[in-house]
């Protein structure tokens, strides 16, 4: 199953006969864009890879892929996943290294090409593939519900889906959680919960996007300004050990891989500004 | 005359072209323009619920086109505004119930009702997205200062010029804190990046999510801090110069500071 070949390793591991272990296929959606599952699919594979399990990562979004840069391996990106499927290259010479995390690989989207270019039999036998030899195969959805959807979710056994505390986003989940069906056993991570937004009632709590969605809760993240900066910098949060956004990560990713631990969760903490607002009877 | 038809387009998901069509449509309508929205995310519609209006939906876009109703049944008015109407999206269709031709038609027919047509574009560049430029003859390209949605913005920009869309920029969710102490893209580095006209510069503002979850955009609401920003892009759409705010713009501090280095 690992490791993977060297890039100058001429000498391959011989090819067992016995059946080999498969490992788990984990789609990461959401039906609305920017809600962050390619920052989810970034952290908790760098998590899961820390634990020292074998970790793909999947860019499912061709045409528009995002996910090289969040790890930034944008500049190390040679051969994508339509070349892999068009049999074009070995599937070897198209996963990248992680530069941060041991263990975890990237199989990049195709940038100048189309999601109907992909054909779904190929999808399903290529994360078939990756699974013979990861432990864990995380997908990156891309947005929406069409063919992108379709050829992202087409090899994998479970899902995880992605929300905002937003009515839209709300709707969205639901929508996606009703095309997956009784398959998948979709958990749930709500991402950008701003605590001090939901004390004031001015944004949906978590007990509120679940007594709407009814999924199992793998975790809940806050709005972090951070998550901005580890973007542009391609440092996916879950390397540091300052941030609470990184614990959070943590804590799904053995929740994922099945420990009993409690669902990470945010708490409202009132600062100084805002006891000083409500002593003064103000706005905020 | 016919109407302006604009599509609001970003490639990337949630940067905010659902609330941006919402707003400079209301603001369009306070200028006395008549404007149609079309949600065109077929499957996955959220323009009704950033405007309040889900609750009076009978028709949906796929019924126009399929012929089953007018365009006048499925057009549900604001109760705030006459002269704001949106067209929803099918919510249990797939965007491959309509052909780009089938949604030209529709918005040429649109256009004969309105002064302004403004199309909500999905998330994307599948079907959906060719789907939405079709009958647009105009384009707004909403982007947030994150190199994910830059190069995102990037990509539907070459399919827009592509097609001959003059398009025009708007950049959302800039905080002005983050770009001066460098954790942010500046206006400018987008501008140079994306190398299209610059339409309009939102901050990011936690008031947008409240006003948002409660179906009331907020241009039509009083002593909200980016009402008059949605203003002034509109104004820009119209035609009229106005100098861009400067967000960039050291504060105190930041010029203290900058005082000391250059010293």
């Known amino acids: 199953m690992f490791p993977l070949r060297e890039p100058y390793d001429v000498a391959q591991p011989p090819v067992s006969a016995a059946p080999v272990k498969l490992g788990r296929a984990i789609v990461v959606t959401s039906g609305k864009g920017g809600v962050g599952k390619t920052t989810t699919t970034a952290n908790l594979g760098t998590a899961l890879a820390k634990r020292g399990v074998s970790v793909a990562l999947v860019d499912a979004d061709v045409g528009l892929r995002n996910l090289d840069i969040l790890l930034g391996l944008e500049s190390r990106i040679r051969y994508h996943l339509l070349d892999v499927l068009e049999e074009k290259v070995e599937l070897d010479d198209a996963l990248v290294r992680d530069k941060h995390t041991p263990n975890l690989y990237l199989l990049a989207a195709a940038q100048s090409r189309e999601k109907e270019e992909v054909d779904t039999e190929s999808m399903r036998d290529l994360i078939e593939e990756l699974r013979e030899r990861f432990e864990y195969v995380l997908i990156d959805c891309p947005a929406g519900i069409e063919m992108g959807f379709k050829n992202a979710v087409v090899g994998a056994q479970e899902a995880i889906v992605v929300c905002t505390p937003e009515v839209s986003a709300v709707r969205d989940v639901d929508r996606v959680v009703g095309l997956l069906g009784n398959a998948f056993a ?99 | ?194 190398s299209i006209e610059l339409l309009g510069i939102i901050p990011d503002d936690e008031e947008i999510i409240d006003t948002t979850n409660r179906g009331e955009p907020l241009v039509l609401g009083e002593g909200y801090r980016l009402r008059s920003i949605y203003e002034k892009i509109v104004r820009r759409l119209e035609g009229d110069l106005i100098p861009f705010t400067n967000l960039d713009a050291p504060g105190f501090f930041g010029r203290l500071i900058g005082a000391l280095k250059a010293g």
């Not at chain 1, 973007?231 to 099945?258: C, F, M, W």
């Not at chain 2, 949604?103 to 002064?115: F, K, S, V, W, Y």
């Not at chain 2, 998330?123 to 384009?139: P, V, Y």
């Not at chain 2, 010029?161 to 708007?170: D, Q, V």
């Open chain 2, 1 to 194: 005359m016919k109407a302006r038809k604009i599509v609001l387009t970003s490639g990337k998901g949630g940067v905010g072209k659902t609330t941006a069509t919402v707003n400079i449509g209301a603001a369009l309508a306070k200028r006395g323009h008549r404007v149609i929205l079309v949600d065109t995310d077929i499957g996955l519609r959220n323009l009704d619920l950033v405007l309040g209006l889900e609750k009076r939906i009978v028709f949906d876009l796929v019924e126009v086109i399929e012929g089953r109703c007018q365009v006048r049944q499925a057009l549900i008015k604001d109760k705030r505004f006459e002269s704001l109407a949106i067209l929803p999206a099918a919510q249990t269709r797939n965007k491959d119930a309509i052909t780009e031709d089938q949604m030209a038609g529709l918005i040429d027919e649109l256009a004969t009702m309105a002064d302004y047509v403004l199309i909500d574009c999905p998330a994307g560049i599948e079907g959906g997205f060719r789907n939405a430029i079709a009958g647009a003859d105009e384009a707004i390209v909403v982007t947030t200062p994150e190199v994910s949605a830059i190069r995102d913005a990037d990509r539907v920009i070459g399919k827009l010029a592509e097609k001959n869309i003059p398009m025009r920029l708007i950049v959302n969710r800039i905080r002005p804190e983050m770009v001066r102490t460098g954790d942010m893209l500046s206006i400018d580095d987008v501008c140079e990046i994306l």
């Open chain 1, 186 to 284: 979709p958990k749930l991570i709500i991402n950008r919960v701003r605590p001090h937004l939901v004390h004031k009632g001015k944004m949906l709590s978590v007990e509120d996007v679940n007594s709407i969605l009814r999924l199992p809760l793998l975790g809940v993240i806050a709005d972090e300004p951070d998550v901005i900066v580890s973007t542009n910098k391609g440092e996916p949060l879950a390397l540091r050990s300052d941030s609470q956004a990184a614990a959070a990560y943590h804590a799904i990713a053995a929740r994922v891989a099945g420990e009993d631990v409690p669902a990470p969760m945010v708490e409202y903490k009132e600062t100084f500004m805002d006891k000083l607002g409500s002593l003064l009877g103000g706005r905020r």
